[in-house]
C-alpha cells in the first residue's frame, strides 16, 4: 500500500509563493497518477491540479496560470508550485494516487494526510 506525506504549506501575505511537496512510499512511484487537491473549512474537497493521460497537467479554472504541478519520479516525489497566492486559496492541501487516472475527480483511492495553506490579505 502507497502512503503519502505532504509538506510546504505555511501562513504567506497575498501575492506571495509556496512550494508543496509530496513523498510517496511503499510502492512503484512512477505507476501511480497523482493529483493535488484542496478543501477549505466548511466547502467540499476540489480538485486542482493533476496530469492526463499523455502526461500533460490539468488545473482547475481557479488556479491556471499560478500553480504548476510537476513529479520527480527519481525522487518519489509530486510538487506544486503556488504564486500570485490569493486568500480564497487558503484551505489544506493534499496529494492523491491511484492506479486509475481521476484527473480532478476526488475518488483516489490513497490519500495524504494534509498540509494547511493560509493566504492573508
Known amino acids: 500500500q502507497v502512503q503519502l506525506v505532504e509538506s510546504g504549506g505555511g501562513s504567506v501575505q497575498a501575492g506571495g509563493s509556496l512550494r508543496l511537496s509530496c513523498v510517496v512510499s511503499?510502492?512503484?512511484?512512477?505507476?501511480?497518477?497523482m493529483a493535488w487537491f484542496r478543501q477549505a473549512p466548511g466547502k467540499g474537497r476540489e480538485g486542482v491540479a493533476a496530469?492526463?493521460?499523455?502526461?500533460?497537467?490539468s488545473y482547475a479554472d481557479s488556479v491556471k496560470g499560478r500553480f504548476t504541478i510537476s513529479r520527480d519520479n527519481a525522487k518519489n516525489t509530486l510538487y506544486l508550485q503556488m504564486n500570485s497566492l490569493k486568500p480564497e486559496d487558503t484551505a489544506m492541501y493534499y496529494c492523491a494516487a491511484d492506479r486509475v487516472n481521476w484527473l480532478l475527480w476526488p475518488r483516489y483511492k490513497n490519500w495524504g494526510q494534509g498540509t494547511q495553506v493560509t493566504v492573508s490579505s
Open positions: 511503499g510502492d512503484t512511484y512512477s505507476t501511480y497518477y
Open positions: 496530469f492526463e493521460h499523455v502526461g500533460l497537467p
